[in-house]
T-cell receptor, first 110, second 116 residues
């Protein structure tokens, strides 16, 4: 059974304090690893897709990396507007439907 | 990415009643997906809806409780039937991305349902 575990559940940072969110996955033949951002009262917003170990993607202050067992979402010099829940999902080779983690709730204080 | 709208955005319903949620996409898509997101939980897939065929339900979800319609390539509805407080949740529809970016999904804004 595919599993995706995110840590920590919640993270509080000061503005400018860089950190990383973790996503550990167990899937049969990874087809894609996805990161989403979800603001309160809204649907998840797609950020990145990673396909193979060693791959990296960047968008503004966010950088996603992938190994064979986990993915990291690095947040460099975060701002209060980066506050949101970040979701990770993994799709296996046997299914086009990704398995989602529970998310990390990030709060960035000014 | 597709632009997806949902109606209603939120509702408060009485136990035993039913609510139909609408999902509209701005482009034609083959598959549409319905998810449930309960507080503190991950997104759980309810069913996959293909135009012109019966929806495919995931384990733990049945058609009598969550009937789905897919009358065309841009629209779908999910009905939550005979509701109980345990059905209180956010319901999301989504579609697959295009352009070779893999199986990423794009989500609507969600419908927040509270059952009293």
């Amino acid at each position: 059974e595919d599993q995706v575990t995110q840590s920590p559940e919640a993270l509080r940072l000061q503005e400018g304090e860089s950190s990383s969110l973790n996503c550990s996955y167990t899937v049969s033949g990874l087809r894609g690893l996805f990161w989403y951002r979800q603001d309160p009262g809204k649907g998840p917003e797609f950020l990145f897709t990673l396909y193979s170990a060693g791959e990296e993607k960047e968008k503004e202050r966010l950088k996603a990396t992938l190994t064979k067992k986990e993915s990291f979402l690095h947040i460099t010099a975060p701002k209060p507007e980066d506050s949101a829940t970040y979701l990770c999902a993994a799709a296996s080779g046997g299914s086009y439907i990704p398995t989602f983690g529970r998310g990390t709730s990030l709060i960035v204080h000014p | 990415s597709a632009v997806i709208s949902q109606k209603p955005s939120r509702d408060i319903c009485q136990r035993g009643t039913s609510l139909t949620i609408q999902c509209q996409v701005d482009s034609q898509v083959t598959m549409m997906f319905w998810y449930r997101q309960q507080p503190g939980q991950s997104l759980t897939l309810i069913a996959t809806a293909n135009q012109g065929s019966e929806a495919t339900y995931e384990s733990g979800f049945v058609i009598d409780k969550f009937p789905i319609s897919r009358p065309n390539l841009t629209f779908s509805t999910l009905t939550v039937s005979n509701m109980s407080p345990e059905d209180s949740s956010i319901y999301l529809c989504s579609v697959e991305g295009k352009g070779g970016a893999g199986n990423e999904q794009f989500f609507g804004p969600g419908t927040r349902l509270t059952v009293l």
